[in-house]
């Protein structure tokens, strides 16, 4: 038999529908043994079945004023979509209220719960979601502390977590942390290279030009090793650097807008010895854009939900669920 020929690669979906049917009766074993195989090589792994399926998530701004993130995330499980990321906004500066695109901020950017606290809410609410951000302020987070959660959530949850990152774009709200907009893209970068180190080393160190700490012990580690997939967001023109910089995925928003540069990402990671995926944020509830989506590459395409009522939430999950059935020739 050729190694990675038709029929070894018929074997293997073999055995991973054997596995998804037992993991669906042994779902805590299960979490626990993925979270060990490295992110790098499941999703090499799943990489290979794209042509037939696409991964699906759903994305969130958790409210205090909509259904709950565990109520969310168990309704997101029940339906068979791989992971739930939270956006986050620490807070909206009373003179800041417009969004980039010139509109007036939804309320759900100013009424939002604490990040971590809805992803510790998901994870103890589901057993097999993957639970994630959408994305994390890294640049204006503290990174000892943020590694702290993210490891938490990670080994509270069987290593289910998955840190999206940004810079944001609320020079306001950045300027409220102590965080200089100008230099935000270089600090995004020492932070997630400060976590990993935490996260890597017994007792770590690092120097750099705005993040420095010398010989730190923090525990818990997090249970997927190195660490969590870093799923690095935006879609300016340096993006495809910081991915190749610090990110194991690309995780664009408008992602339709961004098909042409997933061949430049794959052709780039591939020269440096890489495979990196491609999951796609606005994933809208349409079968002929979702197919455009995968026969681009992409291997998660992710559809945000309203923060609303239990009811308006359950009518937009069948919306993109049928469409998602379209696709996959199962409507």
Same mark, same amino acid.
Do not use: N
């Given at each position: 038999m050729e190694p990675y020929g038709a029929e070894w690669w018929e074997r293997i979906v073999l055995a991973h529908a054997w596995a998804e049917a037992y993991c669906l009766r042994n779902r805590s074993a299960c979490a626990e043994s993925a979270a060990k195989v490295p992110f790098r090589h499941q999703a090499a792994a799943r990489a290979r079945s794209i042509e037939v399926r696409m991964e699906t998530a759903i994305s969130y701004f958790a409210s205090h004023e909509a259904t709950g993130p565990g109520v969310l995330a168990a309704l997101v499980e029940e339906r068979g979509h791989v992971a739930l990321h939270f956006a986050e906004h620490t807070h909206i500066p009373a003179g800041s209220t417009v969004a980039p695109d010139g509109r007036p901020l939804a309320r759900k950017y100013l009424h939002t719960y604490d990040l971590f606290v809805a992803l510790t809410a998901a994870a103890q609410a589901t057993s097999r979601l993957r639970v994630g951000s959408g994305i994390c302020l890294v640049a204006q987070r503290d990174p000892i502390i943020t590694a702290k959660q993210v490891a938490s959530v990670d080994h509270l949850s069987g290593g289910r977590m998955e840190l999206g990152v940004g810079a944001g774009w609320n020079r306001e709200e950045m300027a409220n942390h102590g965080l200089d907009a100008r230099v935000r893209m270089a600090v995004l970068r020492e932070k997630v290279e400060a976590m990993k180190e935490i996260w890597s080393a017994e007792e770590a160190s690092y120097q750099g030009e705005y993040v420095s700490f010398e010989r730190i012990?923090?525990? /818990?580690? /997090?249970v997927q090793r190195p660490h969590p997939p870093i799923l690095v967001g935006g879609n300016g023109p340096t993006v495809l650097d910081r991915v190749l910089a610090f990110g194991d995925v690309w995780f664009p928003n408008n992602a339709i807008d961004e098909l042409p540069r997933i061949a430049e990402l794959r052709a780039r990671a591939e020269a440096a010895g890489r495979r990196i995926p491609v999951y796609a944020m606005d994933a809208p509830a =349409?079968?002929?854009? @979702?197919? *455009?989506l995968r026969a681009a590459g992409v291997e998660r395409a992710i559809h945000w939900v309203p923060s609303a009522d239990r009811g308006q939430i359950e *009518?937009? @999950? =069948? *919306?993109f669920g049928a469409a998602v059935a379209e696709l996959n020739g199962e409507a």
């Open positions: 012990l923090s525990w /818990p580690k /997090p =349409d079968a002929a854009a @979702l197919e *455009r *009518r937009e @999950l =069948d *919306r």
